[in-house]
């Protein structure tokens, strides 16, 4: 199945760090089918979601880089970006996140976050690059790097 098949059968969306960083920077192998993505949410075909555990990610390397015009486009995309919603981290959020980690005992605590938000938020699929998380079954996660 293409990643277009994959986002014909949903509706609503978690974007992970990598996607982002992928779609704002272009990434010569991962970019296309992080745009696809992004094309189908900002038609309105999709819901999308991130958190803002995504927006502290994707700073630190521009800045770092002093590249402060592309940290103000990761911020701006998140913040402010068509039919995207960021959220921020509850407490109730943080309790399913400890949760997911005494039931995956390797899932970091800022996936366990992340995959949280969008159990939350009643995505019905997270969307990555880690394959890592495909082993957590109480959501659909679809890493890119399987549409390649």
Do not use: C, W
């Not at 992004?38 to 999709?46: D, E, H, V, Y």
């Not at 998140?78 to 943080?94: P, T, V, Y």
Request: proline share 3%.
């Amino acid at each position: 199945m293409t990643l277009s098949d994959e986002l014909d059968q949903i509706n609503t969306i978690f974007i992970d760090t990598a996607p982002v960083i992928y779609y704002i920077e272009a990434h010569p192998q991962f970019g296309p089918l992080a745009k696809e993505v992004i094309n189908a949410f900002q038609s309105g075909r999709l819901g999308a979601f991130s958190s803002v555990i995504t927006l502290a990610e994707v700073l630190p390397k521009p800045i770092e880089a002093g590249d402060e015009k592309l940290a103000r486009k990761f911020a701006e995309f998140l913040k402010h970006g068509r039919n995207l919603s960021l959220i921020e981290i509850s407490a109730g959020i943080a309790e399913r996140a400890g949760r997911l980690r005494g039931r995956y005992s390797d899932l970091r605590a800022i996936d366990a976050i992340q995959i949280s938000v969008a159990i939350d938020v009643g995505a019905d699929t997270f969307l990555t690059n880690d394959k890592r998380l495909k082993q957590v079954k109480e959501i659909n996660v679809l890493v890119l790097r399987d549409y390649l």
